[in-house]
């Protein structure tokens, strides 16, 4: 009897570890690397400009929001987070850049996606909320991400230094916010999640892309600041133009 | 049997009594934590604490204790107070903190008024001027060994704590130890850094006229704020300080600090290996930190003079100078300051307005809370 017990008792004992122990879930890393021309950009170093103004130019802050992360098929699609926050500005060695700033979505049911989408900026429901309402462990939660004056979120900060043709030196900084400027972006992936494995997604941020866009060009030498602003004020426009060419930036790999 | 047991009695109740070759027992002190809610002033959320250091009376009283004791430094003259003064929202009023024998510190004394939401989670720099600490605990185990500091070791001081009167009593009622031998260093920072948590308090005229609007705020201190805030929604002004890109705030979390690192131009240097204070560039060892500050609050700066991480401006009315010249040359100037378009453009009215609104960030409600005053 008692050996009976004790056989009963250690089947019980590995069945349930077997149950809980087994992992039945896959990850999702996705990283945003910047590129300029082609190759890594590493955070501070100056690259030839592209236009005439400038000879070159240096990124020292380049950071935004991206909202609603979401893995897509033709049945389901589930949600990955709220908000996170796309901090380029710690990539500042070469193998950090190459590496890329990497967000990861650990306990992910295993199935087959084919498109991801996350708007680029914060939509304005998001937007009208404020730090205190979250956790330091959001974004949405540091005060450093606000902007008091607007009742906004920053969602995006560029900045930089320049030197210029006749080698003076310049700086920049435009920062997007308010309401109506986050930008929707979805791509058309096979993204297949798969159990006891990490599924590694990478987006470049194209550095040139940022400034250099055909009809969305911003020029950081004679429009060198800008913190949004009125609904059509040049400060605004160009703020809007910023979250754009970032949205319009990111390309996958 | 009746005799083990006996025996087993009878050595319990020496364990109580008598030092043994681990210290000596505190069981017979009785340990019943009473969790300690933390106010938040209005306009503030709810504090976030670390979850391996719950804040109870006791702990909190316990801090309150070192905080206050001198029996930290090396030769008992100096506490955590002596530096962090509550009449000057605990700065020292020095341009760099004075250590035991008079020795000079590296840096100015930081304010402790609202210090426990600096804390940002699973941040590594949250702390002092070249953010070297995640966490108040981190912190407060610091300056016990500065030699600019307390020059002490903390053996040496558990060692003093342990034979003392009151705080194996303390440290029992606060973390539940069962022995002297329990007593150690992270104890007493975890208790500190209780007590700093607590130092919440944001009752400035500012903030009353928050609350009830243009009440309390007089006409020159709205102005001020104005031009502190800039291009406000709906009020479009002609000029900008940009001073909230770094004393960031929201409606709902007055901080008025970003807590993030940047170079306000403070000194003129060619290339980023010339600053003499490296700032947070000791810490990571990124040259693009050197020379990179904490940007720290604005509340109640009208009482936390002199300024900056090395206190070298007397005065509010030098501070707004400075940021007005435009701050000096250096490869990585804060572009807040190298790219603002009014700012060296502000008349000398304009930079009264902007101290003016400075001063209403005074808070002094706090002089009267006896819970946070020394307990000796």
Redesign the interface.
């Known amino acids: 009897m008692r050996l009976l017990l004790i056989t009963l008792i250690t089947l019980l004992f590995f069945n349930s570890c077997d149950k809980e122990c087994e992992n039945t879930t896959g990850a999702l890393a996705i990283s945003f690397k910047p590129i300029y021309t082609g190759s890594s950009y590493v955070m501070f170093d100056d690259v030839n400009a592209l236009n005439n103004d400038l000879i070159d130019f240096s990124l020292s802050r380049f950071e935004f929001f991206i909202q609603g992360l979401t893995l897509h098929n033709d049945n389901d699609s589930i949600s990955l987070s709220l908000a996170e926050y796309i901090d380029i500005t710690q990539l500042n060695t070469e193998q950090k850049a190459m590496d890329g700033f990497t967000l990861k979505y650990d306990s992910l049911t295993p199935a087959s996606y084919n498109q991801i989408s996350f708007t680029v900026g914060l939509t304005d429901d998001i937007n009208s909320t404020t730090p205190d309402q979250y956790s330091t462990q959001s974004p949405l939660g540091l005060v450093s991400n606000y902007w008091a004056g607007w009742n906004s979120y920053i969602l995006s900060k560029l900045e930089g230094n320049t030197t210029r043709n006749d080698t003076s030196t310049g700086s920049f900084l435009i920062h997007s916010g308010v309401n109506g400027m986050s930008v929707v972006r979805s791509f058309d992936l096979p993204i297949e999640i798969v159990i006891n494995e990490q599924t590694d997604l990478i987006f470049n941020l194209a550095i040139d892309s940022l400034f250099y866009s055909f009809n969305n060009a911003i020029n950081v030498d004679t429009s060198n600041m800008s913190h949004s602003g009125s609904p059509g004020s040049e400060a605004y426009n160009i703020a809007k133009k910023s979250l754009s060419n970032i949205a319009n930036s990111i390309l996958p790999n | 049997m009746y005799r083990l047991f006996f025996a087993y009695v009878v050595l319990s109740w020496c364990a109580c009594e008598i030092p043994t070759q681990n210290g000596t027992s505190l069981t017979h002190i009785d340990y019943d934590p009473v969790s300690y809610t933390i106010d938040a002033p209005e306009g ?2 709810p504090m ?1 604490i670390p979850t391996d250091n719950p804040m109870t009376e006791d702990g909190v009283n316990l801090g309150r204790h070192l905080f206050y004791d001198p029996i930290l430094s090396r030769d008992s003259s100096i506490s955590c107070s002596s530096c962090h003064r509550i009449e000057k929202a605990f700065t020292d009023g020095l341009s760099k903190s004075v250590g035991i024998e008079g020795r000079v510190g590296r840096r100015n004394a930081m304010s402790l008024i609202n210090i426990g939401y600096s ?5 590594p720099h949250n702390f002092m001027w070249d953010g070297r600490m995640a966490t108040l605990e981190d912190q407060a185990l610091e300056p016990i060994e500065d030699p600019n500091e307390m020059d002490a070791d903390w053996n040496t001081i558990m060692d003093r704590l342990r034979n003392h009167d009151l705080y194996p009593t303390l440290f029992r009622k606060a973390f539940g130890i069962e022995n002297t031998e329990e007593m150690d260093k992270f104890l007493a920072a975890k208790a500190i850094a209780q007590f700093e948590r607590i130092l919440n308090s944001a009752s400035s005229r500012y903030d009353e006229d928050r609350w009830t609007p243009f009440v309390y705020m007089n006409a020159q201190e709205l102005r001020g704020f104005q031009l502190f ?5 709906g009020s ?1 002004v002609t000029k900008d300080g940009e001073c ?2 770094c004393h ?6 007055a ?1 008025f ?4 690192f940047s170079n306000n131009g403070l000194d003129s240097v060619g290339a980023l290996n010339e600053f003499i204070d490296l700032g947070l560039g000791e810490v990571t060892g ?1 040259e ?1 930190h050197n020379g990179q500050f904490r940007e720290v609050t604005v509340r109640n700066v009208g009482l936390t003079a002199p300024y900056m991480h090395d206190g070298r401006f007397n005065t509010l009315e030098e501070v707004i100078d400075h940021y007005t010249s435009g701050g000096h040359p250096a ?3 804060a ?2 300051i ?4 009014s700012l060296r453009y502000f008349t000398a009215q304009e930079k009264e307005d902007l101290v003016a609104f400075l001063h209403a960030l005074t808070d002094t409600s706090y002089l009267s809370r006896d819970d946070w005053k020394s307990p000796f």
């Open positions: 503030f959320p976030e804390w940002v989670q699973n941040r805030l800039g291009d406000a929604d479009p909230a890109h960031s705030f929201s409606s709902g979390k901080l600090a970003r807590n993030g990124v693009q490869p990585n100037l572009p807040e190298a790219t603002a378009p």
